[in-house]
């Protein structure tokens, strides 16, 4: 159910168009929530036809124009209702933590090569969060929504300091204990 929240969400920052929203997506929000451009485009019908988001009026009319969404009162309040509502936490599901036990019983042939792939993709985001924080946070910046969408990108930061700690252990276990000499 969260997708139309995120969409919500960011209309509400910017009303945009769908084409807009999905560039937006893969920018941002799209770091924690994907969505494909046909999800979002189904999406924004369904929010739409549920009048929570209407198309803003073109101001010329013309023929093949992209329509833009903002957020009906009805969606401001569906999106408040659904921040304030308590959450449990999902279950971690990543298929290298299933593949990394699968190993255990059939052999770990070509895992290591995949382990330092993963460890140098999960280097290279968390430089880039970096990046964006040093760019988008500074000092000075600290109202209420920046601190929030702060905390969004530190949460980023930290779990991408955890997979690269934790590959580097992996890694060094797939090497063995230290040779006794």
Known sequence: MSLPHAILTALLEKPSSGLELTRRFDKSI????????QQIYRELGKL??????????????????KKSYEVLPAGRAELARW??????????????????????VVGTAGLADDLRRHLELHRRQLAEYRQIEQRD????RDAPEDRLRHLVLRAGIDL????????TDALAEFAGPPDAD
């Open 30 to 37: 799209g770091y924690f929530w994907s969505a494909t451009h």
């Open 48 to 65: 739409e036809g549920e009048g929570l988001i209407r198309t803003l009026p073109a101001q010329q009319p013309a023929r093949g124009q």
């Open 83 to 104: 921040t304030a509502a308590p959450q449990d936490p999902r279950a971690l599901r990543d298929p290298l933590l299933l593949r990394l036990r699968a190993a255990a």
């Open 137 to 140: 946070f500074p000092p000075d």
């Open 160 to 167: 991408e300091t955890f997979w690269t700690r934790w590959l």
